[in-house]
């Protein structure tokens, strides 16, 4: 059995292979890692098949990206992939890593446990990093989610600020809010939080977190850098500009979030039964939903 199961949407993304170049390279122990891409191509990037190739422990879905449904049908495909690893981490395809990351984020959620607790989740806004400049042009900070935007009332955006007193920290930040291109946890988490392949962008994350926090799991930022996000999208193409579909799927996910926010949704995609939307809300200082 291998220690982590790594997943990893991609989606037209020139940065992809130079990620899981990094991904192996930075691993102190490149075996203990089983990595699962769905790489949702297009007919640009059919040369990078014989370059995936040669990643020993890389498992590769490949699909036609006129095919694809979006990132989050993506990241439920690949939760479906997980074979009963103790570990997981979600990323996306534009990274870079810190050597001996893997030992790093085990060490760390180990510690949070053996300090009493219980469903400890490592969650980041990675600092960014510029690939024409790397490794030059990589950020040092530490950052907090924050909320940063809303529709129809409703939290739908996500920021990251920078933590001013990086240097004194000695121990993980307690976070209100999970990124998606950097989530470490204990591998029940696949079947525990199911992505929802119905939410198509960004208040995923939003989401995710209050099913997470509804389920009883406490959510944690590093305290060290264990790797870095592109947050321009200039290597890669989005999925919305290609999806014709992109505005009825967003109104979906409008529709599926108010249900959600508004503490009707339980089961599969919706929330636990160990905490209330009520206490998510005090937990973050704001309402879901906002009066207009």
């Avoid at 990323?91 to 060490?107: E, G, K, P, T």
């Avoid at 999208?233 to 290609?242: L, Q, Y």
Wanted: charged share 25%; net charge negative; with cysteine.
């Amino acid at each position: 059995m291998k220690d982590i199961y790594v997943q990893i949407p991609a989606y037209r993304d020139r940065e992809l292979l130079p990620t899981i170049a990094s991904l192996f390279e930075q691993a102190a122990c490149p075996d203990r890692l089983r990595v699962a891409l769905l790489w949702q191509y297009g007919q640009d990037e059919v040369n990078l098949e014989r370059l995936l190739s040669r990643f020993e422990h890389l498992e590769v879905l490949a699909w036609p990206a006129h095919q694809s449904q979006g990132c989050n049908w993506a990241r439920q495909i690949l939760q479906e992939q997980w074979a009963g690893e103790p570990y997981t981490l979600f990323l996306d395809s534009h990274h870079r890593f810190a050597s001996s990351w893997d030992i790093q984020v085990i060490d760390m959620l180990e510690a949070l446990r053996n300090s009493g607790v219980n469903k400890p989740i490592l969650t980041a806004y990675l600092p960014p990093y510029d690939p024409a400049n790397d490794p030059d042009m990589r950020s040092d900070c530490i950052l907090k989610i924050r909320s940063a935007g809303r529709e129809q009332g409703m939290l739908f955006r996500l920021e990251g600020d920078p933590v001013t007193n990086r240097a004194d920290l000695q121990q993980p930040l307690a976070a209100n809010f999970v990124s998606l291109h950097f989530l470490f946890g204990d591998g029940e988490l696949n079947r525990d939080i199911a992505i929802d392949p119905a939410l198509y962008f960004y208040v995923d994350e939003i989401a995710i977190s209050l099913r997470a926090w509804s389920r009883g799991y406490e959510l944690y930022h590093p305290h060290k850098i264990l790797g870095w996000h592109l947050y321009n999208r200039s290597t890669r193409v989005t999925h919305w500009r290609d999806n014709p579909q992109a505005r009825t799927q967003h109104e979906i996910t409008l529709k599926r979030v108010r249900t959600l926010y508004s503490g009707r949704w339980f089961g599969k995609f919706g929330l636990g039964n160990q905490r209330s939307v009520a206490d998510y809300e005090a937990r973050i200082g704001e309402p879901l939903i906002q009066n207009l």
